[in-house]
Each structure stands twice: as structure tokens, then as C-alpha cells.
């Protein structure tokens, strides 16, 4: 029986110190039937160089140069609309998969005929690669108890467009992925999750006071302008989400 195809898409910008990793960790998959759509958003450095020679190596590995810098949301936008598989699954240019990472999620999403699914995954810290904490995920999710926290980490989320269609990403710089989740579950009851850490998401050293305020500032953006909530909808949620938060990464 023939296998269904994933689609896997990755946003890139300036990911030469990674984007090799990533992609191993792609041709690493037991599951075999997959195409991987790399979308590069304008790159100064070496990136696209670094690419090339998987896409010569391996047909299922596609890219584009996007003409000007235009954020992840394009970006991810572009390779939906090129995407021939029927699974849509989303990983970024300097995160990683576990070789089963594929295997085990589609194995669950057709067996159980799910639409959008997600796993647990392992934080990494970029400086010294070592393993800062694993994040566990509650085994399902509907679009109200999402708006209180965005707990489907983008590297381990896939969606059956058999069921909803070619879904994308609403246009905004941050908390895009969060967007394509909530519209995903304004048609489908929930989503559903193998609590198992099959990721690694590699934490930048950036500054994370910094990063917490930007991202609330774009949730915020996100209830208000994308989803539409009402202030005090808006800010029901947003204090479940500033709570979460701290909980979170304390």
C-alpha cells in the first residue's frame, strides 16, 4: 500500500550554522514518503549555497528564493501553496526531528483520522547543544483552550488537508503558526497529541525578557486583529497566556 506524502515546510534566513543539521534530520525519517520545501526569505549569508547540493542529491528536496525579505509567514505561505503531499507538517531551519519523529505521527493521524496533531519536544540551548528541558503536551486541545496558550510547538504540529484543506498562515511577523492552529480548530473539534518528545527546538541567545515581551505584543495582535475577539475576550485570554507563560519558563 502506497504510503501518503508529507510535506514538510521551512522558512529560512540566514541559517548556514544549521540548516545542514536539519535537513540530516529530515533524511534521517524512517518514514520515507515525504518532499521537503525549503523557502529561503532573502538570505545574506551562505544558506542557499548550503542547500543546493541536498536539493541535487535528493528530488524530494525543493527550494525557493523568495525575490525580497518578507517573514516566516510568507515564507511558509509560499511552500504551502507548493506542497503536492497530503500532510502538511512544519519544521524550522535551525530546529531537528527524531528519525521516528514522521513515522509514529502519521502512523497515529490515520489510525485515529486526525486532522491537525502535535507532539512533546526537547529545548536545546544553542551555545552548548545541551538539553535545557523536555516539554510534555496535554493530549488534546480545542480552539478556546488554545487561545489561552499556544501549547503546539510549530516543529512537531502536521494537519491532513483531506480533511481541511490547504490551510495558511495568517500575515503577521510573529505568532503566525499559533493563527494557522486557531484556524484549524474553528473546523475540526480538537487537535490531538502523542505526548512523546520526538523534537529538538534549539533556544537562541537572544534576550529572553526581550522575546517574552515581543511575542505578548503579537498574541495580543493576534486576538484582537486575526481572531477578532472583543477586548474583554482579548484580554481574558491574554491573562491566561501571560500566566501559562510564566509557569512555563520560569
Given at each position: 500500500m502506497n504510503k501518503a506524502t508529507v510535506t514538510i515546510v521551512t522558512p529560512s534566513y540566514n541559517s548556514e550554522k544549521f540548516i545542514a543539521q536539519t535537513i540530516e534530520s529530515v533524511l534521517n525519517q524512517t518514514y520515507r514518503e515525504w518532499e521537503m520545501i525549503i523557502v529561503?526569505?532573502?538570505?545574506?549569508?551562505?544558506?542557499?549555497?548550503?542547500i543546493e547540493p541536498y536539493a541535487q542529491k535528493d528530488k524530494r528536496i525543493k527550494y525557493i528564493v523568495l525575490e525580497e525579505?518578507?517573514?516566516?509567514?510568507?515564507?511558509?505561505n509560499r511552500?504551502?501553496?507548493?506542497?503536492?503531499?497530503?500532510y502538511i507538517a512544519f519544521l524550522d531551519a535551525d530546529d531537528l526531528w527524531m528519525p521516528?519523529?514522521?513515522?509514529?505521527?502519521?502512523?497515529?493521524?490515520?489510525?485515529?483520522?486526525?486532522?491537525?496533531?502535535y507532539t512533546g519536544y526537547y529545548r536545546f540551548e544553542q551555545s552548548t547543544d545541551q538539553i535545557k528541558d523536555e516539554i510534555t503536551v496535554p493530549l488534546k486541545v480545542d480552539y478556546h483552550e488554545l487561545l489561552k496558550q499556544n501549547i503546539i510547538g510549530c516543529l512537531t504540529a502536521v494537519y491532513d488537508t483531506k480533511i481541511v484543506g490547504k490551510v495558511t498562515m495568517p500575515l503577521i511577523r510573529k505568532r503566525q503558526d499559533f493563527?494557522?492552529?486557531?484556524?484549524?480548530?474553528k473546523e475540526v473539534p480538537y487537535a490531538y497529541a502523542i505526548n512523546e518528545p520526538l523534537a529538538y527546538y534549539r533556544i537562541h541567545?537572544?534576550?529572553?525578557?526581550?522575546?517574552k515581551?515581543?511575542?505578548s505584543q503579537y498574541n495580543w495582535k493576534l486576538y484582537r486583529e486575526v481572531e477578532k475577539l472583543p477586548w474583554y475576550k482579548a484580554l481574558y485570554y491574554f491573562a491566561w497566556y501571560t500566566y501559562?507563560?510564566?509557569?512555563?519558563?520560569?
Open positions: 529561503d526569505d532573502k538570505s545574506t549569508d551562505n544558506t542557499v549555497e548550503l525579505n518578507s517573514g516566516p509567514a510568507v515564507a511558509r511552500a504551502i501553496e507548493e506542497a503536492q503531499g497530503r521516528q519523529k514522521l513515522e509514529k505521527q502519521i502512523t497515529f493521524m490515520q489510525r485515529e483520522n486526525i486532522a491537525l496533531s493563527g494557522l492552529w486557531l484556524k484549524i480548530l541567545n537572544d534576550s529572553i525578557s526581550s522575546n515581551i515581543i511575542s501559562r507563560s510564566l509557569l512555563k519558563y520560569k
